[in-house]
């Protein structure tokens, strides 16, 4: 008799219509979404483990999730199946069977997050639910600047949330790039790991900074710290995206390209 297959997605989907990515009682959920199309698929309850959990209000276009399932189902009625039963504002984009040992948290390598920010004096109409709106002027140069105090192995203690449970609040940083097209200003960041809202708070002091409210030092000051009740403003999720989530070469999974506007 075959036992239980492993199976990896890829997850894309608008954030704005969710409160989050972790089933909650009474909340609409990615999570559960997921959850009951793959259901319907195996016809059997499915549960999902994925990469990384994302607050509401944030957006993914390369979320990974696995799950066990002793359905026998080609790969492509998973990727159909799946998405038919699947809400607009939510999509299965990939699938691949997976050795039972692969996680998709504790097998993941890496995590890209992109922060796009709308900067001009009027609000945008069209992507309100899709961008994090900065009326003032913002010094790319500034940010940029900035950053650099934040890339390398620290204790972010005082850029993630006070309700934040990881064990330890030290994350490896491997890159943190700011650059402006035309009135949109994107931060890539890429780390091993992210604690709660660290990425959304690395952007509210960033822009703080660009701003001219406080100079570039100000954010490894802020992480000296090591304190969160002394950090910055935590910016909102509207322009958050999970762009991608890497793991060994040998898995092969498909990379999605990070939003541009």
């Known amino acids: 008799m075959i036992g239980p297959m492993r199976i990896a997605m890829g997850v894309e989907y608008d954030g704005s219509g969710f409160a989050g990515w972790q089933s909650q009682s009474g909340e609409r959920t990615v999570q559960d979404v997921v959850e009951a199309a793959i259901s319907r698929v195996a016809d059997h309850p499915v549960r999902t483990r994925c990469a990384g959990r994302t607050d509401s209000g944030v957006h993914a276009l390369g979320q990974v999730v696995h799950f066990d399932s002793d359905a026998p189902r080609s790969v492509r009625s998973w990727l ?9 504002d939510a999509a299965i984009r990939w699938v691949s069977p997976v050795d039972e040992a692969f996680h998709a948290r504790f097998s993941a390598r890496r995590r890209y997050y992109r922060y796009v920010v709308f900067n001009h004096t009027a609000r945008a109409a069209l992507h309100r639910r899709r961008v994090c709106w900065h009326h003032r002027p913002l010094d790319v140069a500034r940010m940029a600047e900035a950053a650099r105090y934040l890339v390398g192995e620290h204790d972010f203690s005082s ?40 990425v959304r708070n690395i952007a509210g002091v960033l822009l703080t900074i660009g701003g001219g409210e406080r100079p570039a030092a ?23 995206y999970l762009v991608a989530v890497t793991y060994e070469e040998t898995f092969r999974f498909p990379l999605a390209a990070p939003p541009a506007f």
């Open 80 to 88: 159909l199946g799946s998405n038919r039963f699947l809400p607009g």
């Open 159 to 198: 850029y993630r949330a006070l309700a934040c449970q990881a064990k330890s609040p030290v994350r490896m940083v491997y890159r943190l790039d700011v650059a402006r097209h035309g009135d949109y200003v994107y931060l890539d960041i890429e780390a091993n790991a992210f604690l709660h809202h660290m």
């Open 218 to 240: 100000w954010a490894d000051e802020v992480l000296r710290y090591r304190d969160r009740t002394l950090g910055g403003v935590t910016a909102p999720p509207q322009g958050l």
